[in-house]
C-alpha cells in the first residue's frame, strides 16, 4: 500500500520536520503512524516530500525524518470540469470523485436551472466545503497536486472561460439538439479541456447558444443519462484515458 500523504503549507528544507495541528492529529491519533513508516508530506501544488516517521509525541504532534524532495510536473492536457450545482450534497460527491479520478481544475456554476444557490454567506461556507473536499479527496488519492476550486461563474464567465481552451464540450442530451460522442471526438495532446455539465434540468438553450458562440459544442456520454453528480466523472475517465494520462 502506498504512504499516506498530509498536506504542509510549505515544504520544510530541513532534515527533520514535524507534523502537528490537525494534520498532525490525523497522523497520531487516526493513522496511529509508528517511527519507521513510510509518510508523504505534500503542499498539494506539485512539490512532495518522501519521509519516514521519526518519532511520535503526544496525540497530534509527528516528527518525520526528509529523505527525498520531489516535483510532479503539470498534467497534460490539463483538464477542467464546469459543474453546475447540484443539489444537496451532491456537489461535494461530484468534487470528490472528480478529484479522485484526476481532474485538474473545477469550475461551479450558477446555471439557469440550478435549483441550489449560493448567496452571502451560504455560498461562501458551499465554496468552503466544495475546496476542503477536493483537499482531503486529494489526500485519499495519494495526490500531490490538488485540483483548484475556482470561484462561482455566471454562465457569461463560463463562456469567456471556454473561449480561451483548446477543447471544449457541453455534455448534452437532448434528442431534438444533435451532439457529437465525447468517445470519438479529437482530442488534444497538450493544452487546455474545458468539459462542461449542466444540472439536473439540463443546460437551456440560451446557456447552450452562448457556449456555442464561444466555440463548445454539444457531446454525449452514452445512450444513458447521467446525473449532474457523477456525469463529470464519467468523463473525466473518458478524457483521461483517451489522451493518454491513464497510460
Given at each position: 500500500?502506498?504512504?499516506?500523504?498530509?498536506?504542509?503549507?510549505?515544504?520544510?528544507?530541513?532534515?527533520?520536520?514535524?507534523?502537528?495541528?490537525?494534520?498532525?492529529?490525523?497522523?497520531?491519533?487516526?493513522?496511529?503512524?509508528?517511527?519507521?513508516?513510510?509518510?508523504?508530506?505534500?503542499?498539494?501544488?506539485?512539490?512532495?516530500?518522501?519521509?519516514?516517521?521519526?518519532?511520535?509525541?503526544?496525540?497530534?504532534?509527528?516528527?518525520?525524518?526528509?529523505?527525498?524532495?520531489?516535483?510532479?510536473?503539470?498534467?497534460?492536457?490539463?483538464?477542467?470540469?464546469?459543474?453546475?450545482?447540484?443539489?444537496?450534497?451532491?456537489?461535494?460527491?461530484?468534487?470528490?470523485?472528480?478529484?479522485?479520478t484526476g481532474v485538474d481544475a473545477i469550475?461551479?456554476?450558477?446555471?439557469?436551472?440550478?435549483?441550489?444557490?449560493?448567496?452571502?454567506?451560504?455560498?461562501?461556507?458551499?465554496?468552503?466545503?466544495?475546496?476542503?473536499?477536493?483537499?482531503?479527496?486529494?489526500?485519499?488519492?495519494?495526490?500531490?497536486?490538488?485540483?483548484?476550486?475556482?470561484?462561482?461563474?455566471?454562465?457569461?464567465?463560463?463562456?469567456?472561460?471556454?473561449?480561451?481552451?483548446?477543447?471544449?464540450?457541453?455534455?448534452?442530451?437532448?434528442?431534438?439538439?444533435?451532439?457529437?460522442?465525447?468517445?470519438?471526438?479529437?482530442?488534444?495532446?497538450?493544452?487546455?479541456?474545458?468539459?462542461?455539465?449542466?444540472?439536473?434540468?439540463?443546460?437551456?438553450?440560451?446557456?447552450?447558444?452562448?457556449?456555442?458562440?464561444?466555440?463548445?459544442?454539444?457531446?454525449?456520454?452514452?445512450?444513458?443519462?447521467?446525473?449532474?453528480?457523477?456525469?463529470?466523472?464519467?468523463?473525466?475517465?473518458?478524457?483521461?484515458?483517451?489522451?493518454?494520462?491513464w497510460s
Open positions: 500500500m502506498t504512504a499516506p500523504v498530509f498536506v504542509v503549507d510549505t515544504i520544510p528544507d530541513t532534515r527533520l520536520f514535524t507534523l502537528d495541528g490537525p494534520e498532525g492529529r490525523h497522523a497520531v491519533s487516526v493513522k496511529r503512524l509508528q517511527p519507521g513508516e513510510d509518510v508523504v508530506l505534500t503542499d498539494g501544488r506539485g512539490r512532495w516530500l518522501d519521509c519516514v516517521v521519526f518519532g511520535v509525541e503526544g496525540k497530534d504532534r509527528l516528527t518525520v525524518e526528509i529523505s527525498s524532495v520531489y516535483e510532479d510536473p503539470e498534467e497534460q492536457p490539463h483538464l477542467t470540469v464546469v459543474q453546475a450545482l447540484p443539489k444537496g450534497d451532491r456537489g461535494e460527491l461530484a468534487v470528490e470523485t472528480m478529484t479522485e469550475v461551479p456554476w450558477a446555471a439557469s436551472r440550478c435549483i441550489t444557490q449560493w448567496r452571502g454567506d451560504r455560498g461562501l461556507k458551499a465554496l468552503a466545503k466544495w475546496r476542503s473536499t477536493a483537499r482531503e479527496a486529494g489526500k485519499q488519492s495519494r495526490r500531490t497536486r490538488f485540483p483548484e476550486v475556482a470561484d462561482l461563474m455566471t454562465t457569461k464567465q463560463v463562456a469567456q472561460l471556454l473561449a480561451t481552451a483548446d477543447f471544449t464540450a457541453v455534455l448534452h442530451e437532448d434528442r431534438d439538439h444533435p451532439s457529437g460522442a465525447l468517445a470519438t471526438a479529437e482530442l488534444p495532446a497538450k493544452g487546455s479541456i474545458v468539459l462542461v455539465v449542466g444540472p439536473e434540468g439540463g443546460v437551456s438553450p440560451e446557456e447552450l447558444a452562448a457556449f456555442e458562440a464561444a466555440g463548445a459544442k454539444p457531446y454525449r456520454l452514452g445512450r444513458s443519462v447521467l446525473r449532474t453528480s457523477t456525469a463529470g466523472t464519467a468523463a473525466t475517465a473518458l478524457v483521461l484515458a483517451r489522451t493518454g494520462r
